[in-house]
């Protein structure tokens, strides 16, 4: 089906668990569809500035448009049909850079409009959204505070529905310090191969 994908992957360590898991998402697509297409994009290889300026706050306004990196990353978001959120579980959330490639990628105007006197539209539907998170900690341990239902509230919820991107997957791979990290990366290989029969059930129910 030929299913275009961007793969973000946030980890300052190219030899991470965290790009393994990406890289083997973007195998797992290849598997289940030869004519996929996918791009990983590496923040912190990037040198992505996550730091919501003056510039960008102008933006948020409507008082000027977005800057060229951020442009840039919009428009890399337009040429795919999927957006994959690959990153290691930091204080119960995602890590700094990642966070603020949201802040400012994800801008009023493109992710959403908010402006007074009309109602608020979100403008992210076409988009298929899917998270990977890599923690360290157990089941028992998230369960016990209720950290995954957090993370689902503020990232899930509060960031994607927000903006109308439906999110197809969240996936939580826990236990990455101490067990063999071949698991996770047959569970990557396998959530890369969802993405694809997850957007052919979503076309097919479109064409119905």
């Not at 990153?87 to 990628?105: A, C, E, F, T």
């Not at 009023?108 to 007074?116: K, R």
């Not at 998270?131 to 369960?143: C, N, Q």
């Not at 239902?149 to 439906?166: E, L, R, V």
Request: charged share 20%; aromatic share 8%.
């Amino acid at each position: 089906m030929n299913l275009r994908t961007l793969i973000v992957v946030s980890h300052p360590e190219p030899g991470s668990l965290t790009h393994s898991v990406a890289a083997q998402v973007g195998e797992g697509l290849r598997d289940a569809d030869a004519g996929s297409s996918f791009e990983i994009a590496d923040l912190a290889a990037e040198g992505f500035d996550p730091r919501f300026s003056a510039a960008d706050l102008a933006v948020h306004r409507g008082q000027a448009s977005p800057p060229a990196d951020v442009l840039a990353e919009q428009r890399r978001i337009e040429r795919a049909e999927a957006l994959v959120l690959v990153y290691p579980v930091y204080w119960w959330s995602m890590p700094g850079q990642l966070k603020g490639w949201i802040d400012r990628v994800f801008s009023n105007g493109w992710a959403f409009e908010d402006s007074p006197g009309k109602p608020m539209a979100k403008k992210l539907g076409h988009l298929q959204a899917h998270l990977v998170a890599i923690a360290g900690a157990d089941a028992r341990l998230f369960a016990r505070h209720g950290y995954f239902g957090a993370m689902k509230t503020q990232i899930d919820h509060g960031i994607f529905d927000f903006c109308g991107a439906p999110v197809l997957t969240s996936e939580l791979l826990m236990e990455s310090e101490s067990q063999d990290p071949a698991a996770h990366l047959l569970a990557a290989r396998a959530i890369g191969g969802d993405i694809v029969r997850k957007a052919r059930r979503g076309a097919a129910a479109a064409a119905a």
